[in-house]
């Protein structure tokens, strides 16, 4: 079978969606029936197929896995108001996709090509976007490096694939992070602006030390004077100090978080005045301490908004209020309407599958 864009197709023998409890959805490791691959090869992609979900073979000389050359996004698709599936700012994601993947050697990925993979899959796998109140399909493309080589350059041949995972509500609670001012996530210069597996790799042992000392995240500062805030865990942070909101740029030490653009957009269009800029940790421990720090949360696909109810700095545990929370509420209640197509004021945010 090929689908309308030129896909070729494989369907399962038996979907094991009968088997699933969509009241009951663990995060991430349930798989949708179906998966896309394309492969880089002499210089070019494959047209793409759409098969069963399954395992890869790879070499044990595979070059990922030996020097790490890899990269992911995280996207979303839900059930709307109208019984349409919209699926989150895929553009933004394919391309930040490939932002990484020229920072990482790697070749780009043509946008209709990701579009298209993301639209045909669900389209195939629609049945598996939960129908629940604040589920939703998590959609996970990731591409890596292919050659069976073990010298180091960069590989010839890559895998781009795309798989999903239904997801019930985030029920996350309010997060606790800790200033991080020893460890380093990102300098400039090096890789925390892609999307790439070893950023994650390097940022666990210092988040384990911070979670075995009762906190959730780490709050990242520079990696030059540890002065300045940049990010936490998978998420980019928002401040509201007194009136305005706060939130680092992006630079090439901060992964620019698509919700965290969108977020900053809907608080400008709501008439709030958004600082994009270094702010400095602080700025933020003073407004805290002067009652002045009225909210504090993180931005990212996974949780939308996390609220941030306490910052460690120092030793001192310092505590922000989640019941103010005029400004995330308005920012995800925005979201979420604009995701649901209650909010139809930003037409080009949504892909419709
Ligand atoms: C993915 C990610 C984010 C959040 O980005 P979104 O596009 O909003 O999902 C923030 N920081 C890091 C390090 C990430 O990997």
Redesign the pocket.
Same mark, same amino acid.
């Given at each position: 079978m090929i689908s309308t864009v030129g896909f070729d197709i494989e369907k399962v023998k038996e979907s094991q969606l009968a088997k699933v409890d969509f009241d009951n959805l663990p995060f991430g490791k349930l798989f949708s029936d179906h998966m896309f691959v394309a492969t880089f090869e002499d210089g070019k992609w494959s047209k793409g197929k759409i098969q069963p979900y399954q395992n890869f073979t790879i070499s044990p000389a595979n070059s990922t896995l030996h020097y790490g050359q890899t990269i992911f996004e995280?996207i979303k698709a839900e059930y709307g108001v109208d019984g349409n599936i919209r699926v989150f700012r895929p553009d933004m #994601?394919a391309v930040r996709m490939n932002e990484s993947a020229e920072r990482m050697c790697m070749p780009t990925i043509p946008e209709d090509l990701f579009l298209n993979a993301i639209k045909e899959l669900i389209a195939l796998d629609k049945n598996w976007v939960p129908k629940t109140v604040g589920g939703s399909l998590y959609i996970r493309p990731f591409m890596f490096a292919s050659d069976a080589f073990i010298g180091l350059r960069p590989s010839e041949n890559y895998v781009f694939s795309i798989f999903t995972c239904p997801v019930g509500p985030y029920y996350g609670s309010a997060v606790k992070v800790k200033v991080e001012e020893s460890y380093t996530r990102a300098a400039s210069g090096g890789t925390g602006a892609a999307?790439t597996a070893g #950023?994650y790799a390097a940022s666990m042992y210092p988040a384990r030390l911070a979670q075995n000392a009762g906190y959730d995240q780490l709050l990242w500062t520079d990696a030059k004077e540890h002065k300045y805030i940049e990010?936490s865990g998978?998420?980019?942070v928002m401040f509201r100090i007194g009136d305005d909101l706060y939130t680092p740029a992006s630079s090439d030490t901060i992964?620019n978080?698509?919700?965290?653009q969108c977020a900053v957009q809907i608080a400008r269009d709501n008439g709030i005045t958004v600082h994009e800029g270094p702010i400095e940790v602080a700025k933020v421990v003073e407004a805290q301490k002067n009652g002045t720090l009225k909210e504090a949360f993180g931005?990212?696909?996974a949780a939308t908004i996390a609220p941030i109810e306490l910052i460690n700095f120092r030793g001192e545990d310092l505590a922000v209020s989640i019941t103010d929370n005029e400004y995330s509420k308005l920012i995800l209640d925005t979201i979420s309407d604009i995701k649901s197509g209650k909010n139809t004021n930003y037409p080009t945010w949504t892909m419709l599958v």
């Open positions: 995280g #994601n999307k #950023n990010e998978t998420m980019n992964l978080s698509v919700t965290r931005t990212g696909t």
